[in-house]
């Protein structure tokens, strides 16, 4: 077997464990970097083949399968597919804010109030980014990316504190990235907390910062709840220190979370 898809067995044994629970569990991930290869245009992240078609077969067996992003919930919809969502499977965007049904997308009822805002930033940042920057607009946040500027770093930083300060916009780091977008008291970890509520057991797998809160929700279900829970780091070159300490298992890459989605189907 690769390595990136060798699960370490300490993870093989809290995998077999959830997988125990089926019925009863959650089985959630982040999308870029976890189920999509870091890429250095954002509009280019796809899922690796077999993704889409794990999260379906996980759906007809647990209690919940979902992925929780940062991508707006249209992009998850356009490249997870609509067969996930036929099959149950929740695609939450923008970190809560949206939520992609087959009615449509749903947006959280406190956020369209910030979409002026988001597209001020938007603006003033495309007029001024440098070469080779990246301007990422999701519709209810815009990323600036450096990754094929590094240069590009201070004016980013700059340009995210002045406007944060100004309109109220909350501003969140990533890899190689800062993030703008609203002010709403959702995050992955309150999405979370809300798709495992009432289970006996829950996965995340998470790649980055980002999912801390991810992570620290299950923390507190398996405290407060005594939910069996399984917090998984997505390993690689970017892959953030604090993250992987606060993980339970570290695999390789998308190729690794893949092999947890697989490894997740019951007999």
Do not use: N
């Not at 600036?144 to 300060?165: C, F, I, V």
């Not at 690794?256 to 189907?265: D, F, K, N, Q």
Request: hydrophobic letters at 50%; proline letters at 6%.
């Amino acid at each position: 077997m690769d390595a990136a898809r060798r699960i370490p067995e300490r993870l093989a044994l809290g995998l077999a464990t959830i997988r125990e629970q089926a019925g009863r569990a959650a089985v959630l991930a982040d999308f870029d970097g976890t189920l999509s290869p870091i890429v250095e245009d954002p509009a280019a992240a796809r899922p690796l083949p077999g993704v889409s078609d794990a999260l379906v077969a996980l759906a007809r067996s647990y209690g919940r399968v979902g992925v929780v992003s940062g991508r707006p919930a249209s992009f998850l919809l356009a490249h997870i597919g609509t067969t996930a969502v036929d099959a149950g499977v929740v695609l939450a965007g923008l970190y809560g804010l949206e939520r992609a049904t087959k009615a449509g997308v749903e947006v959280h009822p406190d956020a369209a109030r910030w979409r002026e805002a988001v597209e001020a930033v938007a603006s003033e940042a495309e007029a001024a980014a440098p070469r080779g920057a990246v301007v990422e607009r999701k519709g209810l946040s815009v990323t600036l990316h450096w990754r094929s500027a590094p240069g590009a770093e201070g004016w980013a930083r700059d340009l995210a504190r002045t406007w944060g300060r100004r309109t109220g916009l909350a501003v969140h780091p990533g890899k190689r990235s800062l993030e703008l977008r609203p002010s709403v008291g959702t995050d992955k970890g309150t999405v979370v907390a809300e798709l495992a509520a009432g289970l006996r057991a829950a996965c995340f797998m998470g790649d980055d910062v980002g999912d801390l809160p991810a992570f620290d929700a299950l923390r507190r279900l398996a405290g407060r709840e005594g939910m069996l829970t399984l917090a998984v780091a997505v390993g690689g070159p970017e892959a953030p220190p604090e993250l992987l300490a606060a993980a339970d298992g570290v695999v390789s890459g998308p190729e690794g979370a893949l092999a947890v989605l697989r490894g997740l189907a019951p007999a």
